[in-house]
């Protein structure tokens, strides 16, 4: 997800989400969400991949991928809903990270910053934590690693070989 074109159009809330269902469809959604579970983990299944969001993943889920829900634990998460002035290309994708303070303490002064309708600095707030979702990301997916470098410009070059 690259957040450097990303342009907010309208927050449209900082909720702290509890389900009581087991299981469920997200279709059609309005809504990109960014967030943070806090307890519990559910399997979320896409058209081309699948991941379980659990107790301390970040995560991003693209308005445009429909997903089905399977509740593994009842828990609780804490998200922002947002749309975009244009669409958004990167998939749904959910991060487990070691420490989640920052991200949590972001999402508390969203919540705070939208209680109050200050709408300037829920948006500088919502901007932080997309900012600091992309470097998580970055470092989860784009290892700097030098073999990965070399194996993925073999890749590159050779992947129309047969024995490639």
């Avoid at 509740?71 to 975009?84: N, Q």
């Avoid at 934590?129 to 690693?145: G, H, M, N, S």
């Amino acid at each position: 997800m690259n957040f450097q074109s990303l342009r907010i159009k309208d927050i449209n809330g900082v909720i702290v989400y509890e389900s009581n269902a087991k299981r469920w469809d997200a279709k059609a959604r309005k809504n990109h969400i960014v967030g943070i579970q806090l307890e519990g983990s559910a399997l979320h299944t896409f058209s081309n991949q699948e991941f379980v969001i659990s107790r301390n993943c970040v995560y991003f889920l693209n308005k445009k991928d429909d997903y089905k829900v399977e509740v593994y634990e009842p828990g609780k998460a804490f998200s922002i809903h947002f749309t975009t002035y244009g669409d958004i290309d990167t998939d749904s994708f959910c991060i487990p990270i070691p420490v989640s303070d920052e991200f949590i303490s972001i999402l508390e002064k969203a919540r705070i910053a939208k209680d109050t309708n200050d709408e300037l600095t829920l948006l500088s707030l919502l901007y932080s934590f997309c900012a600091k979702l992309e470097r998580v990301r970055q470092k989860k997916y784009f290892p700097k690693d030098k073999r990965m470098i070399k194996a993925k410009n073999y890749i590159n070059l050779h992947y129309n070989e047969k024995n490639c």
